[in-house]
């Protein structure tokens, strides 16, 4: 006993029902756990007995041991949630021995488990109506975290949290889905402002008419659109343009691509990626332009009616989506003189579905250009590119970016199940929309989610006027929201992940429902895309934007990582780079709609693409599927290219016409595709 004892630091006691425990710590470590019992004598309270524990059994001990530790020991202490008429016995008993003890806070969880852990007012944690220590209040909170089956990234915010704000119930209320700001906060995404010289809009060397409707509407340009015409947006440079959302920068390719259109130097093509969006800028074009220039629209739908009441081909501005002017292109549609091409959302290069398109529009629209002698203008915008250097090059373009983010935006993590989400959703929205900013306006609202079922069951479950929005709705039912959103008249739209590109509403807040686009996980690049909608500097103060986070939630058994995980890994993940992935049936896609364009050529249009696409071995294909014959496309080759199919959509499709098979199954086999490919 006495070698085991001989340094003793502290001897730490703490009141039981009937006795009291015993701790012991020798050398910073605890060297005996036991229970003291004390009796009463002529001359006042001695040690009766010492009870040892050994794992789970106890060795009595002669009450002088104790005395002789007592003795030994450094510093002796009793817990404050010892009874005050308890703890003068214990002074009184050490007393006896000529012993002093000093009364302390402690961990009462520790206490009870023979463990001396003095709280300070940094270390302690508050539970319930006492205090804690750290290590048993991140034990406490990790029951709670196993119980929702929490992964590592939600762990290590909550255990910091818990440190940081020290009260265990504030931190477990996050996971049932309690709004408290101060803890949801995650981080603040603070405005900044570049220092750029602004270019007033009267020495712009533009055609008169474009520049008298400028000058009319801005004194000076804004400063992403200041330093594109100082780095000769209107001498004919081409650009890539990066910048925040809301910083301007679609004005960029507006004004050189109106500027050549006025001054006969060929017409704009404004590309986008989706239908809403095409929509959306087709009308604002209309109403800022159309009185200068005329304006037609061509989006993907043309390529399965195209009867050209929309379309007209000799219009001074097109606006397209990607797919409707590919379509164009590989159907052989004149498309006239083109002096300016802008590509809106370049960093849809990057996707693992779109951006082999992209890649292949880009190369295949060079082409058109170049066999008709234009000197055709190349911007090229994203507001979201993580290797801006290494595309502008890829794209032979100059590099414009602007780090400047107009107003802050405040990012907040909470957790909730599904069916929590709506009523959290449904405050957060109330919350914003009774407020206004200082410039006047309501906070409005964009929630996120991943199918269109769930925006509807969404919208309507909100107290407040709101409206579901995605590709499933009409034309006209779009336009009409859109509307109402721009009046105040709805307190929030529900739209859909796969839309986040296409939804330019003003709105002050921005909700994720969910972090999943369909049955795929967002990627840094998109989560930021749609999170850069929070707030615009000619409406709101600020931007907010929250992320419900469903513990260990899934939307598709074949996702690797639940929604906890991924929400921590979008918040601190690093942007990711541009880059055009080519699997096979990309490249044979795209190695087909470049021989339709340009026959022998395609070689040529394939080495100028950003990708690296494997010419050779998509060539074998192509002659091994009967898609080419020799550098011309086949007629089978032709309708597969002029209806974007894979070659194995392509072969589904033709093997159950070839056997006879009803037309329902073939669209059954071709989900059956769909679906193992997920």
Known sequence: MSQQVAQVDTLFLHERKDDYTVAVRADGQRALHGVLELKDTAAGPRPARLRVKRDTDEDLRSPDQFVELARRAERIRISEQTAPEKRDRLREMLSGYQLEAKVVRTCRYCANAGR???????????????????????????????????????????????????????????????????????????????????????????????????????????????????????????????????????????????????????????????????????????????????????????????DGNRFDPNADVIVGT??????????????????????????????????????????????????????????????????????????????????????????????????????????????????????????????????????????????????????????????????????????????????????????????????????EWLSVQEFHQMLGRAGRPDFHDKGTVYVLVEPDGVYHNSMEMSEDEVAFKLLKGEMESVATPYDEGAAVEETLANIVVAGAGAKRLNERMIGQVPTKHALGRLLEYDFIDGATATPLGHVVCRHFLSPKRAFVMLEGIRSGDDPYDIVGDLELLENERR
């Open 116 to 306: 001396y852990s003095p709280l300070t007012s940094d270390t302690a944690i508050r539970a319930d109506d006492e205090h804690i220590c750290p290590s048993c209040a991140k034990r406490e909170l990790e029951r709670e975290m196993n119980y929702r089956n929490l992964q590592a990234g939600a762990r290590d915010r909550l255990e910091d949290l818990l440190l940081e704000v020290q009260d265990l119930e504030r931190i477990a209320n996050l996971l049932k889905g309690r709004l408290d700001p101060d803890l949801t906060k995650f981080d603040e995404i603070s405005s900044t402002v570049e220092d750029v010289d602004p270019v007033p809009t009267s020495s712009l060397d533009v055609h008169p008419n474009l520049k008298s409707l400028i000058t009319d509407q801005f004194d000076t340009l804004l400063p992403v659109q200041s330093l594109s015409v100082e780095n000769d947006l209107l001498e004919g440079q081409d650009q890539l343009v990066v910048s925040a959302t809301a910083t301007g920068k679609t004005l960029v390719g507006e004004l050189t691509g109106l500027d050549r259109v006025l001054k006969g130097e060929g017409k704009m093509l404004f590309l986008v990626p989706l239908v809403a969006l095409a929509n959306q800028k087709h009308e604002q074009f209309e109403e800022k332009y159309g009185h200068l220039a005329n304006v037609t629209i061509r989006v993907g739908a043309s390529r399965i009616r195209d």
């Open 322 to 519: 990607y797919e409707g002017i590919d379509h164009a292109l590989r159907t052989g549609k004149d498309l006239g003189d083109i002096g300016t091409v802008v590509i809106d959302e370049v960093h849809t290069l990057g996707e693992e579905e779109r951006g082999h398109r992209l890649d292949g529009l880009i190369s295949r629209l060079k082409e058109y250009t170049r066999v008709n002698d234009d000197d055709t203008q190349w911007v090229y915008l994203s507001a979201t590119v993580g290797n801006p250097k290494q595309l502008a090059r890829g794209l032979r373009a100059r590099l414009v970016e602007f780090e400047e983010r107009p107003v802050p935006i405040e990012r907040h993590v909470t957790f909730a199940e599904s069916r929590e989400k709506l009523d959290i959703e449904n405050k957060l929205v109330k919350r914003a929309f009774d407020e206004k900013s200082s410039k006047g306006y309501r906070g409005q609202t964009i929630i996120f989610t991943n199918s269109r079922r769930r925006c509807h069951e969404i919208s309507r479950k909100l107290s407040y006027d709101s409206a579901p929005y995605h590709a499933g709705l009409d034309y006209g039912r779009r336009k009409k929201v859109e509307r109402m959103f721009a009046n105040q008249d709805l307190s929030a739209v529900v739209t859909t992940a796969a839309l986040a590109a296409g939804v330019d509403f003003p709105a002050s807040q921005v909700i994720f429902d969910s972090l999943a686009m369909g049955i």
